[in-house]
């Protein structure tokens, strides 16, 4: 049986006004696989499980090319097979999109922990942004993945699994041991 690379990204950020489980993360809005199909934050329900569905599922795929000790990265979305690629803009505010891999600088993520802490920013390649969880939208159901300034805000950390604790909300993040 093949390996599963795809995990969940979990974002620092704790949702406030939806989901249950008090931790949301990367998510391609409606599980879509059209070219195009917004990249958003949004709630895991009730994970504890571990069962997530595929568009809550991402691999991160080495392209090849590094800066300094940091590698880059395509942030690959499960349910589509496309790459989490930032908008040609290179506006801060942009919203992030799926698009078919093609090796485009805005589909490369610098990905590298902060002051040596917990969590992963991933810096596109081409701006210089980084993946963002919006910290505001004009619509209730869920929120935007945007490119931002760095700025070491919880909304731009990463993190590829999550605990619960008891009420369902976030104890402790955990990146992967090893």
């Known amino acids: 049986m093949p390996i ?12 406030s006004g939806f989901g249950t489980s008090g ?21 895991y329900e009730d994970q504890t499980g571990g069962s997530f569905q595929d568009n809550e599922l991402f691999e991160l795929r080495a392209s090849g090319e590094k800066s300094g000790v940091a ?15 930032a908008p040609l803009s290179g506006k801060a505010g942009d919203q992030v999109v799926q698009a078919i891999l093609a090796g485009a600088e805005n589909q490369k993520w610098l990905q590298f922990s ?17 993946l963002d969880a919006s910290l505001s939208s004009n619509d209730s159901s869920f929120l935007p993945v945007i490119v931002w300034p760095e700025n070491d805000g ?13 009420r369902g909300g976030l104890k402790t993040f955990s990146p992967p041991s090893g």
């Open 154 to 166: 919880d909304n731009q950390l990463w993190f590829f699994s999550f605990q619960a604790d008891q």
């Open 23 to 43: 931790a949301a993360g990367l998510n391609i809005r409606g599980a879509s696989t059209a070219e195009g199909a917004q990249v958003i934050y949004f709630p």
């Open 114 to 130: 902060p002051n040596g802490g917990n969590g992963l920013i991933f810096k596109d390649k081409r701006s210089g942004l980084v």
């Open 4 to 15: 599963d690379n795809h995990v969940p990204l979990v974002s620092g950020r704790k949702p």
């Open 71 to 85: 590698d880059y990265v395509y942030i690959i979305a499960k349910n589509s097979g496309m790459a989490v690629t």
